[in-house]
């Protein structure tokens, strides 16, 4: 089995998740990114959010959301992917850069629109009355 480890920003505002789409994906992702060699959890959460909405997360801020597994979207059976989630302060306005299209805030009524991994996250802020 394959395993595709990455760190994702839970950022939510009024009960909506912020959500980006990738150019030629079909589906929305929580924002963040797979580690580079020798990062941690904070360095590619503070490198991936900048690289991917132009802003830069407080490290100071980040506070552990929770981990979750799921099949890999778009990957063959058996690719699992491991999100480890964080939520965080920033500073600076958020805009699509570099590979994302798009960025949304999405409901739980917006489930379907999301990857299997992020499916479980909606479910946990949902049932943990963070997300509308």
């Known amino acids: 089995m394959t395993v595709i480890d ?4 839970i950022h939510l ?3 909506a998740i912020l959500s980006s789409r990738s150019r030629g994906r079909d589906v929305y992702y929580i924002p963040g990114g797979k580690r ?3 990062e ?4 590619t959460l503070v490198r991936e959010i900048q690289e991917e909405l132009s ?13 979750f597994h799921a099949q890999a979207h778009g990957h063959p059976d058996g690719t699992m992917i491991r999100m480890i989630c964080y939520t965080a302060g920033y500073r600076g306005v958020l805009r699509p850069s570099n590979e994302i299209e798009e960025m949304v805030w999405l409901t739980y009524a917006d489930r ?6 992020d499916q479980l996250i909606f479910d946990h802020l949902h049932e943990t009355a963070r997300m509308r």
């Open 40 to 43: 941690g959890d904070v360095e």
């Open 55 to 67: 802003v830069t997360i407080s490290p100071d801020s980040v506070e552990h959301v929770g981990i």
């Open 36 to 38: 580079e060699p020798g």
């Open 112 to 117: 379907h629109r999301v990857s299997p991994v």
């Open 13 to 15: 505002e009024d009960g």
């Open 6 to 9: 990455k760190v994702a920003w």
